[in-house]
């Protein structure tokens, strides 16, 4: 509702921006809303945040718990299972999806229904031109026999025997529609015109001048005076309506319900403010706590262990991998290749001796002898076999030289 015309509006705030002797109307401004709101949010907005840094500090602290818990958990847990996941699908599922439900309809679409659906569609342009070529020639017999059995006839009826005969109906027409013209004009049309002229002169007589008459010299005035009375009674009503109504409920609004709007404003802006710096200080206090928990667990639990690990345990899983480990496991296979070469030549041996002994009882052979296989009696990858077409054997992999949980 607007003030009253020459008088000043009333607000609560102070104007400090002119007490602080602004240069201009910007500086004044952004001086205006940078202030605080006078001594009201100054007495509201300490104890409001210190009460909101209370009742907010849980909330923040249990905010970044769960947000820690949920960065590890997706970080242990959920990015390894969504590669799991993944490599599952592309390498295990989309394919048996693929060959079960994709390409059983591919290849029935691609091998059989496409071929029939091509085939058909030939067959059936073949049979439209065919038919086409009929319905064309039935076509031309009809036209011709129309032509000849029906448009010409009745071209010859309207050209020599319809077209004269109108001709003659037309011109009768002409003729009495002159003479009934005639006789509506001299018979109806002139008396009617004076019936005319007469009915208007009368009703101008008895009806138009009595009516002028009527509303100059009696409607007039008693509208005038209806007027004045309904101007009057208005009036009076909006003088009621001023004093009685809007003055009291602009007193109301302007001394009464905005002082009061400002204030709830204020305090309402203070509290969202309080709540805003709360969540932040609460936000530095997490931070900090969470900070000396983390410091006291890397120097109680993750130090130690990185001091074992570095300076007990990876020296001690060299030393073995070193010096037990890998000796033990080339004179293994040491021993090992020892053994194949024995065994290997114990049946080079008993095969000659066999061979010595089939001779000597049976006389030499007329075929080649075979060969006996080269190295330790394994079929070569290139011999000519079943294991020619496989895939050589793999390199071991180099080792690790540092030592971890893998290699130990």
Known sequence: MSDAPGRLPVSLVKDTAAAAGAPDAASAAAYRASAPNGCLAVVVRVPVRIVTVLLVLPVRMLWDALTACGR???????VPF???TSRVWHAVLAPVLYAVFVWPWTALWRYVLAPVGRAVALAAAAVGCGIAAAARGTGIALAWLARTLIVTPLSWLHRQVL???????VAVLRGAGAGLAWLGRYALLVPGRALWVAVVWLVGLLVVVPAVFLYRWVLTPLGHGLVAAARGAGAGLAWLWRYGVLVPCGFVYRWMLAPAGRAAAVVAKEIADAFGHAWRVAGRISRAVFRFIGAVLRLLVADPVM????????PLGHGLREHVWRPAARAVREAARSARAAFSAARDSVRQTRA???RALFGARSEPERQPLPGDGRVPWGAGSPHSRAT???APAPQRDDA???TL
């Open 72 to 78: 590890a958990l997706k970080r242990t847990v959920w």
């Open 82 to 84: 969504a590669r799991a």
């Open 163 to 169: 077209t004269p005969l109108g001709h003659g109906i």
């Open 307 to 314: 001091w074992v690990w570095r300076n007990l345990v990876r």
């Open 356 to 358: 010595e002994l089939r």
């Open 392 to 394: 050589a054997p793999k």
């Open 404 to 406: 971890d949980f893998r």
